[in-house]
């Protein structure tokens, strides 16, 4: 991706560093070429051209804001460079400018990068999305993974409390009843000299 401007950046979000404005043919909209706006002419608001070598060019929002009718409207000239007036461009120039501030804050605004025609800005824009995207599918997947940890160790430590729970019952238990012991009935105890007579004892 191409490095975006400090300069802009530090500027409003409006048409102004938009990189989707752009100049068109606007007397032949049959041609479909939309030209940069340049860092230059932008810092010194030449924004309308009307020179016979570039064709009557005037100022165009490649997201189709309709910035070229207001443009209109409010200088009180239209879109066709004739017939000629001597103060046409700076009027339109200097409406170019009310009509770029009355959109700040555009939800279609996307940094202008000195040297990308609108399509470039486009395809720019399309790929900065699509890594917002990845990055968020990242997160997500991140956070369902922790969730799921956090319910495997949950489960882990009840079934611990649960065996260290029976195993202390059992344990109380079996203090709280001592084995039974048989009792003594009185038998003599088995001696040596009891043992049975061996046959050298019986011959006699």
Known sequence: ??????????????????G??????????HLSEYREITQEDRASARFIRHERMDGPLFVWCYRSIPIADEICSRSGFDQHPLPDAPDRPAKQNAAALEVFAAHEGCSRWFEYLPGLDPKEHLAELRLHEFHEA??????????????????????IAIASMV???ILAGAQIWIASHPPVTQPDRG??????????PTQTDQSK
């Open 134 to 155: 990845l990055a968020q599918q990242r997160r997500d997947s991140d956070r369902a993974l922790a969730a799921s940890n956090t319910a495997s160790n949950w489960r």
């Open 20 to 29: 989707f404005l752009c100049r068109r043919d606007t007397v032949n909209p």
């Open 187 to 196: 038998y003599p105890t088995p001696s040596v000299s009891s043992a049975p």
């Open 1 to 18: 991706m191409v490095e975006t401007s400090s300069t802009n950046a530090a500027a409003g979000r409006n048409c102004l560093n938009c």
């Open 163 to 165: 065996v260290a729970a």
